[in-house]
């Protein structure tokens, strides 16, 4: 992830830029966006043989509620929204499912499924702090690789389309989707930049012209389509039989939303990355928030009879490249979006874009995602044991879905929930993370009251430690000061929460190449250590309030300070060594 | 925490024994505080058998010398050695509250 440049921003995450600008640049995003916004749903219609009415409906819903949702991620409501510019728009993770299931039980089923797996994002969201241990990075990228893989017939299918009038073996389907897909890839690889933004565009443009000398664009629906009104189709409402086919569905599509969740979960924590001017550590309630977004987003979507929707990694792209991180533009970009739900013409030109063109666009889609896919493995750190968990997870679920893993000796049921090699691999990739969790868990762990009188336990809880991993005294007294500046911040902030009872903190301790990790896990609070840490100026000031923070940060060689809505967590790493 | 208190030529001498942390500072805070209420105006802290000192034991230490300076008198701590004198000097705590190697010395300063 790009990091801002202290000097490089033009407007920060809160600042307000002129209206017209915010506007401006609002409706470039959505330009950009616009067409993986209406695509997916397109293709997943097509795919599953749904007629062009229900396209139209699906499109509508899609743009209504991925503006709704961007107006959200920029003004929040209450826990709902990052506060963050981050737009939202119909994920392509779940092109795959939502195939399946429209083909089994049209939009309604579809519908069903969305809102009843949007249900689980909120509970992800609210127990993030613990999940966020199982459901790694490294789990969420193996899966995203797998959807890529899943993708994979969907996007030749494609591309080997052709209308009914054309010659299926002549030369216009390969030719429209070769010259979409090089001149997409030529601009991803040789240019830098804004360009590099609009290549996906441009290259279906190209593509688009191309065909069209082929007679593979027929215009008839776009001159048909009405500049403003409303989708030819009615809402399609929801399947409410809850029988075999959405059982059978239903596990694949919890899988994609948590996948979805976590994918929104790095956003969340990449755009806090490029929208303030100088460092701050990350802001989870502002995750959490940008979480629940896409959780409403998803249960809309359901409900309205779309596509989920997802946060668009291309909003922090576009952070790094225009500077303008003001939440302001996310709210023009949403509004725009919404006004162009009701403008049947513009999603009448891209229902004409030839299916082979469509193709080499989504084949540029799931390279893109595969590479996000390989990107959130690496965050989780490319270790011996992630490599394990990553590769043994990615092959299983290949062997699953492509049905050479004992195909024979499966009941029915077994293959009704493997043979998705999303839901197998991230299974694999579940268990495996949860046996390391197991393995790396802490060592020791003690639970202390909020108060002063806790002291003497805690610093007998650190003595102990200090002599069974072998240090010296020297080392020890380091130990104990670390712990017991953490230990004074959090029962302060716990005063400050003026709680009846404050609640317990629990301190778990672990060894590791010669250091000791302590995680201090509390209640709430409203300030961050990491950010008071910070902002200490170099020369000390010799106040009591600054003396802590100074020690702290001191024998401490790494602090980390996580604040959800529900708990805090305080990772202080000392040293057995001295500083020098 | 055990505390011994000498005088030395109008001098207050308290000798604090073991870890000055956030259970043990109050204690020196208020046997110091006592002292200043009953007119002492000058008050070497000798830190020398102190092995440990948290914020919460500067705090104390700051608590007096600040009562001191309102009352026209003096605190001067000395003897500090390892972690200790590790905290006072990276705190900025040895800028502003005066300090000698060793009781003789702090003395000195005072007389």
Known sequence: VPQSDDSALRYEVGDRPPHLLAAALGFQIVVLILAGIILIPIIVLKSAGASPEVTTWAIFAALLVSGLTTILQGRPLGPIGSGFPLFMGTSGAFIAVSTQAVKEGGLPLLATLVVVSSLIQFLFSARLSLLRKVITPTVGGTVIMLIAVAIFPICFRLIGSVPAHIDPSSAAGPVSAGVTFFVILGISLLSAGQLRLWGPLIGTVVGTLVASYFGLVDLARVHAAAWIGLPSAAWPGLDLSFDQRLWGLLPAFLIVTIVGAIETYGDGIAIQRVSVRSRRPVDFKAVQGAVNADGVGNLLSGLAGTLPNTTYATSISVVVLTRVAATRVAVYGGLLMMVFAFLPKISAVLQAIPDAVVGAYVLILLVLLFAQGLSMVSEGGLTYENGIVVCLSFWLGMGFQNQLVFPDHLPQWAHTLLDSGMTSGSFVAVLLTLVLAIKNRSQDRVTLQASVAAIPELQTFLARLATTVGWDKTASDRLQLAGEEALLFLIDKEEQASRTRPTPIRLSARESAGQLELEFLSGPGAENIENLVSELGEKPRATEQEAGLRVLSHFATALRHEQFHDRNYLLVVVDSRPLS | ?111
Do not use: W
């Open chain 2, 1 to 111: 925490m055990e505390i011994e208190e000498t005088q030395s030529g109008g001098v207050l001498i308290l000798r604090p024994q073991g870890r000055l942390d956030a259970v043990s500072a109050p204690r020196l805070q208020e046997s110091a505080l006592g002292h200043l209420d009953a007119g002492t105006k000058s008050l070497v802290l000798d830190l020398e058998n102190v092995d440990y000192v948290s914020s919460a034991g500067l705090r104390a230490v700051l608590v007096a010398a600040k009562r001191l300076q309102e009352m026209g008198g003096k605190l001067v701590v000395c003897s500090l050695r390892g972690i200790v004198q590790e905290v006072f000097a990276m705190s900025g705590f040895d800028q502003i509250i005066e300090s000698a190697p060793d009781q003789a010395a702090a003395l000195d300063m005072l007389s």
